[in-house]
């Protein structure tokens, strides 16, 4: 959960899945660990995933009602769900949950490192150690840790999906630090998925534009959010249900000859570099 707000706070309820998508069991028989999975875009990669057959294993910080109601939302699909608060940040928590993950569900083909934090901070001056320590353990330690645990027991065609950021490519004026560790993020994927490519195991990144979460009313002034996503070329936000269906992509046999790559769902920015 987002630091001062949940789902149920939101003004707008995002949307976690569209109702009219039909699965297809692209992902019948295996399991996804997504860290975050309990809120925003973990929340809907976590209900999409469940539509295509997979049990979730959902990795969350504190809001154990947020957990709770994702988790009815899957098995409300016909799938498993299990939750697990623990901080990405600390990599034995890490090692630990992996070991819990594991000992509950008898193995992992997926990881979706997605968990994150962002502090907006109008002059560089502004951020302290603490935030900037926080953010880089967080958003890209925190990936790191998981892959790291997780990896001994990827089989051959298990894959990461690693979530980046549309700021990653064009930067952002009040999210410095948070930034600098999607860009990281990127290049963890490439470095990652180059290290990887020999076992079969895929790593694979989304970078979002701005999509309407908890983390965006929580995290901006009130002007900020009401401007959120008028920018881009769609002229709107995006939905959690609009980028989910990239990670199920990413996820799926249906992109076995994709490593080292980022989708971006931005609403029409070019980026790519
Ligand atoms: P969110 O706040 O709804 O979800 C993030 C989740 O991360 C939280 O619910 C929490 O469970 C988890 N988390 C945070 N710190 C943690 C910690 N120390 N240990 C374990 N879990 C922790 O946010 P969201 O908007 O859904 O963001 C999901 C991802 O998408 C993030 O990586 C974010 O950077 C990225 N992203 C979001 C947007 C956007 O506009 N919403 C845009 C670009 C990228």
């Not at 019948?28 to 660990?33: E, I, Q, S």
């Not at 697990?84 to 992996?98: I, M, P, Q, R």
């Not at 600098?180 to 290290?195: E, H, P």
């Not at 076995?256 to 790559?261: C, D, L, V």
């Amino acid at each position: 959960m987002s630091p001062d707000i949940d789902q149920h706070e939101m003004q707008q309820e995002p949307e976690y899945i569209k109702s009219e998508y039909r699965g297809s069991g692209k992902l019948t028989g295996k399991v996804a660990l997504i860290s975050g999975g309990d809120s925003g875009i973990g929340r809907s990669v976590s209900v999409y995933f469940a539509r295509e057959g997979a049990d979730v294993a959902i990795l969350y910080h504190e809001s154990d009602t947020d957990a709770q109601d994702t988790k009815a939302l899957v098995e409300s699909e016909g799938q498993r769900c299990e939750v697990y608060s623990t901080d990405v940040s600390d990599s034995a928590a890490v090692d630990a949950v992996v070991e819990n993950v594991l000992a509950d569900f008898g193995q992992i083909d997926i990881l979706v490192n997605n968990a994150a934090i962002q502090n907006p901070q109008h002059s560089l001056l502004d951020i302290s150690d603490k935030q900037l320590h926080k953010t880089f353990q967080t958003n890209i330690y925190g990936y790191f840790y998981l892959a790291k645990a997780v990896l001994p027991h990827l089989g051959s065609a298990g894959c990461i999906i690693n979530t980046a950021s549309v700021v990653a490519y064009r930067g952002h004026d009040i999210l410095i630090d948070y930034s600098a560790t999607k860009g990281a993020i990127v290049s963890f994927t490439r470095s990652l998925s180059l290290n990887l490519a020999p076992k079969n195991i895929r790593v694979n990144a989304v970078a979002p534009g701005p999509i309407w979460t908890p983390l965006i009313p929580s995290t901006f002034s009130k002007e900020k959010v009401e401007k959120f996503g008028k920018h881009t070329p769609l002229g709107r936000p995006g939905q959690p249900s609009e980028v989910a269906p990239a990670y199920v992509f990413l996820a799926s046999n249906e992109s076995s000859y994709i490593t080292g790559q980022v989708i971006h769902v931005n609403g029409g920015e070019v980026v790519n570099a």
